[in-house]
């Protein structure tokens, strides 16, 4: 991936004394997170995450970050910070302990029990732990950490502030401020501002809702639509949430309760993640109110709550398995409902209306965003972020966690305050912090490394753009043999073609222009099989294109016979 700033070079040396902040992802994008500090030789990271592909990414089923820029210092890393257990903040653990498995992590008590089951699944069994609570703090070579309580759409998040000769960083994590958190457990804005007394030096902040007016929504502003869509519903309902999100869980039973029904997790994940939320205290079951998904089926239709994976149109997902009626004992019947407890993650907006339509077509009702309130943003929005700028006085802002929109709204509201050095930097952007003053001094290199399978960083772009045009233009493949006595073609052109609605007969007015052309060349002296290879891909890529207005992917042969 090019970087968008071919005028920064490579950084100097660190100043002694000074902090050095390395985004390797999540500023410039919504996923990807985590970012690099650098002080004293030693380096810490907070959060490792991936991005989700999106359509122009064919084949592709993760993206990570980069660690080329600390692959030769992973020695010099005391730490990983997981603010919290989303996958685009701990996603990409388990790859980065693949170059180094001792590396410690730090983290929740529910952080680090996703994570560790993330970790058997790559077979990292001999990792590190170290698990935290708001108001504890933990000396991390010299670096010395302090965690804070944030609310989320995830229990256990936590801002983490780390101290430094270079001066004190507040980094928010993912945070809102929820007044009325259904766990109780909200943001502490006290040690915010008491951290703001101390002096804050640089001040990270999730960008993402920074377009949004006002404040976010309190997640007990959905119990009453959950209400009454287990009130209206006569027959079977399936909720499809985020497979971490414990709350939205934890409301669904208790609404099953309410209205004398049973319960069924259906997706891997959401099974695996709500018996870890379970057993760690974080969500509460009612008695009697959980069974097996297969034990459901043998209830009344108006009993059965099944809780489900898919709320962004994942193909392989429960939901998506639902809707296309390929899932191996969950059925949709007409007038079933389908509670789509979720926001749409950008770029997925066609994959989920996909999956509403197939669950429309066999008669279920189906609610969503779009119709109802059926979810609430995690993300803090623009007041909250005032509000916080406010009380915590930063002398130096850097916005991340967003799209370049969102980071470049989180600035504004930062000079609004009264913040005059707001540094808004992008995935790679090297800022340095020294004699209390930040500012950009360079670039690393921070692209995308694609997970293909078990393949990790070897689908390059190039090979990314193959894929589309085969997917978009389809290919046309020529064999031409040629008489190694003669010299002229003896054979072909044998042309295939696949991914176009080509008509029968639609090559026969360039096998003559392709044998004339091959010819030539080898009468001019070109004898090379690649060099041939090139003049027949030229002149059926011209015909192609002129007298079909396509661009498909070109596979000549020439063989010597």
Known sequence: MSHPHPELSTPPPLPDGGLRVIPLGGLGEVGRNMTVFEHAGKLLIVDAGVLFPEENHPGVDLILPDFAPIRDRLDDIVAIVLTHGHEDHIGAVPYLLRERQDIPLVGSALTLALLRSKLQEHRLRETVHYPVKEGER?????FELEFIAVNHSIPDALA??????A???????????DQLPLDGRITDLRAFARLGEEGVDLFLTDSTNAETPGFTA?????????DRVFRESSQRIIVACFASHVHRVQQVLDAAVAHDRKVAYVGRSMVRNMAIARDLGYLTVPDGVLVDAKELADLAPERQVLISTGSQGEPMSALSRIAHRSHHFVHLEEGDTVLLASSLIPGNENAVYRVINGLSRWGARVVHKGNALVHVSGHASAGELLYCYNIVKPRNVLPVHGEIRHMLANAELARATGVENVVVAEDGMVIDLVDGKA???GKVEAGYV??????????TEAELKDRRILGEEGFISIIVVVDSVTGKVSGGPEIHARGHAWEQGAFDAIRQPIVQAVDAAIAEGTTDSYQLQQVVRRVVGRWVSNTHRRRPMILPVVVEA
């Open 218 to 226: 309190a997640e007990k502003s959905i119990t009453p639509v959950i």
């Open 450 to 459: 694609f997970v293909d399978g078990t393949s990790v960083g070897g689908v």
């Open 138 to 142: 933990l000396p991390m070579g010299p």
């Open 439 to 441: 500012g950009i001094v």
């Open 160 to 165: 983490v502030a780390i101290r430094t000769e």
């Open 167 to 177: 001066g004190l960083v507040l980094h928010t994590g993912d945070f809102k401020m």
